[in-house]
């Protein structure tokens, strides 16, 4: 898969036959099957199942809390920062469901990896283009803050939700379409053979496109805005820094920090030692693999600590979702006191 699932412990693991490396010959009618290498053993044992399942236990109602929150604030604001956030929010969810569900443990725990390939390959697409939407999203959001703080006048005459949803849309379709070529990405799991030039290319063209030019993005831009901040400061302004200011640089900080782990584990698979050979890289792309899904989690505790626009939107989803459930357990015939109307957000509010 594309975020490659774990064994799953204490199962034992059918003798399959090895698929050839993509670009490389069959062996199949030169023979008999070249015998299957020892495999590294997971020393992770049950834990990323464990994991991955509280994960995807608070993570996704967090998400599609955090959701219905950010489309609450877009329909009263209609501000950028807000669809960006609630499409990189989307792409968090379909990442939790299509990856951590469906990959690591459908596929890895529940049905010990044995699946039609022709299922892997085709859940290896929709994996990809969730990492390249989510990602990229990012690199919108962070676009828009630059524009906003380094070019104002322009962002003021140019920006527009329908502008930014089309942006969106367009990221999204291309997420897509680069998720395509994944459908041969080979399972470091299972790769037994070294590395081809077709393996290469997919790795290095996941690296690049997931985090080494995204970051790049983020380097440059984030280093223009605190540059910016700072000579706001230098000529006795306020540096003031917005609140979808601070949530960008909160986001991409985090992003940077927990993906490292896997990209690094990537190389280092594909030059030095491979994951089914040595357990120590087999328990680092374990532990970098949760690295990463833990991205998909904790932008709602970010949004939190920053925003107090954002928390008390949440609060009023909470209590909207309560309040039919009170008035629906009352007894038939009874009427409800009237309650006051809960003020709405001013149309300047920002994150």
């Given at each position: 898969?594309?975020?490659?699932g774990?064994?799953t412990?204490?199962?034992?693991?059918?003798?399959?036959?090895?698929?050839?490396?993509?670009?490389?010959?069959?062996?199949?009618?030169?023979?008999?099957?070249?015998?299957?290498?020892?495999?590294?053993?997971?020393?992770?044992?049950?834990?990323?199942?464990?994991?991955?399942?509280?994960?995807?236990?608070?993570?996704?109602?967090?998400?599609?809390?955090?959701?219905?929150?950010?489309?609450?604030?877009?329909?009263?604001t209609?501000?950028?920062s807000?669809?960006?956030?609630?499409?990189l929010?989307?792409?968090?969810?379909?990442?939790?469901?299509?990856?951590?569900?469906?990959?690591?443990?459908?596929?890895?725990?529940?049905?010990?990896?044995?699946v039609?390939?022709?299922?892997?390959?085709?859940?290896?697409i929709?994996?990809?283009?969730?990492?390249?939407?989510?990602?990229?999203?990012?690199?919108?959001?962070?676009?828009?803050?630059?524009?906003?703080?380094?070019?104002?006048?322009?962002?003021?005459?140019?920006?527009?939700?329908?502008?930014?949803?089309?942006?969106?849309?367009?990221?999204?379709?291309?997420?897509?379409?680069?998720?395509?070529?994944?459908?041969?990405?080979?399972?470091?799991?299972r790769?037994?053979?070294?590395?081809?030039?077709?393996?290469?290319?997919?790795k290095?063209?996941?690296?690049?496109?997931?985090?080494?030019?995204?970051?790049?993005?983020?380097?440059?831009?984030?280093s223009?805005?605190v540059?910016?901040?700072?000579?706001?400061?230098?000529?006795?302004?306020?540096p003031?820094?917005?609140?979808?200011?601070?949530?960008?640089?909160?986001?991409?900080?985090?992003?940077?920090?927990?993906?490292?782990?896997?990209?690094?584990?990537?190389l280092?698979?594909?030059?030095?030692?491979?994951?089914?050979?040595?357990w120590?890289?087999?328990?680092?792309?374990?532990?970098?693999?949760?690295?990463?899904?833990?991205?998909?989690?904790?932008n709602?505790?970010?949004y939190?600590?920053?925003?107090?626009?954002?928390?008390?939107?949440v609060?009023e989803?909470?209590h909207?979702?309560?309040?039919?459930c009170?008035?629906?357990?009352?007894?038939?015939g009874?009427v409800?006191?009237?309650?006051?109307?809960?003020p709405?957000?001013?149309?300047?509010?920002?994150?």
């Amino acid at each position: 898969m594309g975020l490659e699932g774990q064994e799953t412990a204490g199962q034992p693991r059918a003798n399959l036959l090895p698929t050839p490396n993509g670009s490389r010959p069959s062996q199949e009618f030169e023979g008999h099957w070249p015998e299957i290498p020892e495999r590294s053993p997971c020393v992770a044992g049950v834990i990323p199942v464990i994991y991955y399942s509280i994960l995807l236990g608070l993570g996704l109602p967090v998400n599609l809390l955090t959701a219905v929150a950010l489309a609450r604030l877009a329909t009263r604001t209609r501000k950028p920062s807000y669809y960006y956030l609630l499409a990189l929010t989307a792409s968090d969810i379909v990442t939790q469901v299509v990856i951590v569900f469906v990959g690591f443990l459908l596929q890895g725990a529940v049905l010990a990896r044995e699946v039609p390939q022709a299922v892997v390959r085709t859940a290896n697409i929709l994996e990809f283009a969730a990492n390249h939407a989510s990602v990229w999203i990012a690199v919108l959001l962070t676009v828009d803050r630059y524009n906003a703080l380094c070019h104002p006048l322009h962002h003021r005459a140019a920006s527009s939700p329908g502008r930014t949803r089309r942006a969106i849309t367009i990221v999204l379709g291309a997420a897509l379409l680069t998720g395509i070529p994944f459908y041969w990405w080979l399972d470091v799991w299972r790769d037994a053979d070294p590395p081809s030039t077709l393996d290469e290319i997919l790795k290095w063209a996941h690296c690049l496109t997931v985090y080494f030019i995204p970051c790049g993005i983020f380097l440059v831009t984030n280093s223009a805005i605190v540059h910016r901040l700072r000579r706001r400061g230098q000529s006795g302004l306020r540096p003031r820094v917005g609140k979808s200011t601070a949530i960008l640089l909160g986001v991409t900080t985090l992003f940077a920090f927990l993906w490292a782990p896997r990209i690094f584990v990537m190389l280092f698979h594909l030059y030095v030692a491979p994951v089914h050979r040595d357990w120590r890289v087999h328990l680092a792309l374990d532990v970098a693999n949760m690295a990463a899904m833990l991205n998909t989690a904790v932008n709602f505790g970010l949004y939190c600590f920053v925003s107090k626009t954002f928390r008390d939107t949440v609060l009023e989803v909470i209590h909207g979702a309560r309040l039919p459930c009170v008035l629906g357990s009352r007894p038939e015939g009874t009427v409800a006191e009237p309650m006051l109307k809960a003020p709405g957000l001013s149309q300047g509010a920002a994150l």
